[in-house]
């Protein structure tokens, strides 16, 4: 009995390797990606020894992306193996981005009003309470950012491998 465990265990363990070499189904040939792979010497800017590429799939062999750079001519070959972490993009979404932003603004208008607020002031905006203050911060705060979002939006991402 103990032989038959160890055969299904090892295999098991087998079967399991391999699946793990792959890339998610997510990562289709012309899916915009970014990915981290690693880098020998700790760099001042960015995650800590990664590199960070962003690019086009151009084909996934087994266990081998071949990523499209922008500006570059040829493709980037990267093993399964050594990616850190690939995030396959959602598109700019102008929608997104300004509730997000909105959404920001109004937690961070919210909180400035209400510890810049002093009833007792006699000059400029002053407000009878804190919450009141809050309210009003939180109105500027969400429609500056609702603005920002809509006019700049940004791409946003999905993390298939961590």
Do not use: K
Request: aromatic share 6%; hydrophobic share 40%; no cysteine.
């Amino acid at each position: 009995m103990r032989l038959l465990i160890i055969i299904i265990i090892t295999f098991l363990l087998g079967i399991a390797r391999p699946a793990r070499a792959q890339f998610p189904t997510d990562v289709q040939p012309g899916t915009r990606v970014r990915v981290w792979i690693p880098e020998t010497a700790r760099q001042e800017e960015g995650p800590n020894r990664r590199q960070f590429l962003r690019g086009t799939v151009e084909s996934v062999d087994g266990g081998i992306l071949r990523l499209r750079v922008p500006s570059t001519t040829g493709s980037l070959a990267i093993p399964r193996g050594s990616v850190r972490r690939l995030d396959v993009s959602q598109g700019v979404s102008r929608g997104a981005s300004m509730v997000e932003r909105a959404v920001g603004g109004a937690i961070g208008g919210a909180i400035s009003y209400a510890l810049l607020n002093d009833p007792r002031r006699s000059g400029g905006p002053h407000y009878r309470t804190d919450w009141r203050a809050a309210g009003v911060g939180a109105a500027w705060g969400g429609g500056i950012g609702a603005v920002i979002g809509l006019t700049w939006p940004y791409e946003r991402w999905h993390r298939v491998i961590h």
